[in-house]
Each structure stands twice: as C-alpha cells, then as structure tokens.
C-alpha cells in the first residue's frame, strides 16, 4: 500500500512516474549495460484537502436545506 497524503503538493512528473509500476504491476530499472525488472504490485491511496470553493458551497447548502 502506497499512501500520498497531501495530493496536489505533488511534482506533476512524480505522479506521472508512479502511473506505469501501477499499470504494469512491475517497475524496470535501466542502466548502461543492464535491465533489471522488480515486482511493484501496491495499492494507492492518496488523500487530499477539500477546494476552498467546495467549503464555501457546502456551507451555502446548509444554510439553504430547502434548495
């Protein structure tokens, strides 16, 4: 299991990474003169804070339950 608290914060290019072990259940290290091929099968869990505009419109809906 693979937890990334704080989601957004993360380099576009780290996520980007993290999608091919995902898919592949492997992940391949290449050098020079060598190839070498890991098993990488993990679950990611990533959790993250609610947009400022989605706090603002639940408290608008609570305070208006009848629309």
């Known amino acids: 299991m ?3 608290d704080e989601l957004p914060e ?7 990474a993290l999608r091919q072990p995902l898919e592949a259940g492997e992940i391949v290290i290449s050098r020079a003169n060598a190839k070498v091929q890991f098993p990488a099968r993990f679950q990611l869990i990533a959790a993250m804070n609610q947009a ?3 706090i603002i419109k639940a408290r608008i809906t609570a305070l208006r339950p009848n629309r």
Do not use: A, W, Y
């Open 2 to 4: 693979l937890f990334l």
């Open 10 to 16: 993360f380099e576009r290019k780290v996520l980007d």
């Open 52 to 54: 400022r505009q989605g």
